[in-house]
């Protein structure tokens, strides 16, 4: 059974950059029927794309957000991972990781998710 | 870029009685390519209903999703006790987005 388990640091400093891993386990990264994306969700607020990673590398981002994401996948880890930089108070959320279906001609959902893990941004 | 917007904003009903959600998009979409989320205080979104009305597993007959074009409903036939959650839509767009609704809170009256 697929899960998947966010890492990172908790508090990350105005301006500086927030870097989170997320790592599968019971299943591979090299599916071809999943992309790799991560979620968040401010407090008290609903939730927000930020962005996929396909295993081949291939990144889709939300266009709000674009100017500062980084994503990146390690097939050999079985990890993929989430760099957002210039980061404010705005950018405190819980943060999850998913796996995002997508396999014609239903299937396009998120069918996964990380148990999430929480960033707040201050000095 | 489509925009869904969920309604109402907050729906407060009893135990047993019904529930209608709305989710509307800003544009015509394929019903393939719209989902239903629960999700509690405290957890990550649980996925219902995919493809506009497929039950994902697990999920009880009570939940049903429908709709078409620009207009998707999520009915709760009869509220449990473990109902009472926010729900919110999703849609897989153009260029590989995925776009969340705002969310409807279901609260017990």
């Known amino acids: 059974q697929l899960q998947l388990q966010e890492s990172g640091p908790g508090l990350v400093k105005p301006s500086e950059t927030l870097s989170l891993t997320c790592t599968v386990s019971?299943?591979?990264?090299?599916?071809?029927?999943?992309?790799w994306g991560w979620i968040r969700q401010p407090p008290e607020k609903g939730l927000e794309w930020i962005g996929s990673?396909?295993?081949?590398?291939?990144?889709y981002y939300n266009p709000s957000l674009k100017s500062r994401i980084t994503m990146s996948v390690d097939t050999s880890k079985n990890q993929f991972s989430l760099k957002l930089n210039s980061v404010t108070a705005a950018d405190t959320a819980v943060y999850y990781c998913?796996?995002?279906?997508?396999?014609?001609?239903?299937?396009?959902?998120?069918?996964?998710w990380g148990k999430g893990t929480a960033v707040t941004v201050s000095s | 870029e489509i925009v869904l917007t969920q309604s109402p904003g907050t729906l407060s009903l009893s135990p047993g009685e019904r529930a209608t959600l709305s989710c509307r998009a800003s544009?015509?979409?394929?019903?393939?390519?719209l989902a239903w989320y629960q999700q509690k205080a405290g957890q990550a979104p649980r996925l219902l209903i995919y493809?506009?009305?497929r039950r994902a597993t697990g999920v009880p007959e009570r939940f049903s999703g429908s709709g078409s074009g620009t207009g998707f409903t999520l009915t709760v036939s009869r509220l449990e006790p473990e109902d009472f959650a926010v729900y919110y839509c999703?849609?897989?767009?153009?260029?590989?987005?995925?776009?969340f609704g705002q969310g409807t809170r279901v609260e017990i009256k």
């Open positions: 998913a796996s995002l279906k997508v396999e014609p001609p239903y299937y396009y959902h998120v069918d996964v």
């Open positions: 019971g299943g591979s990264i090299s599916s071809n029927s999943h992309y």
């Open positions: 990673v396909y295993y081949s590398g291939s990144t």
């Open positions: 544009q015509r979409i394929g019903s393939d390519y």
């Open positions: 493809s506009t009305s």
């Open positions: 999703q849609l897989y767009g153009a260029s590989l987005t995925w776009t």
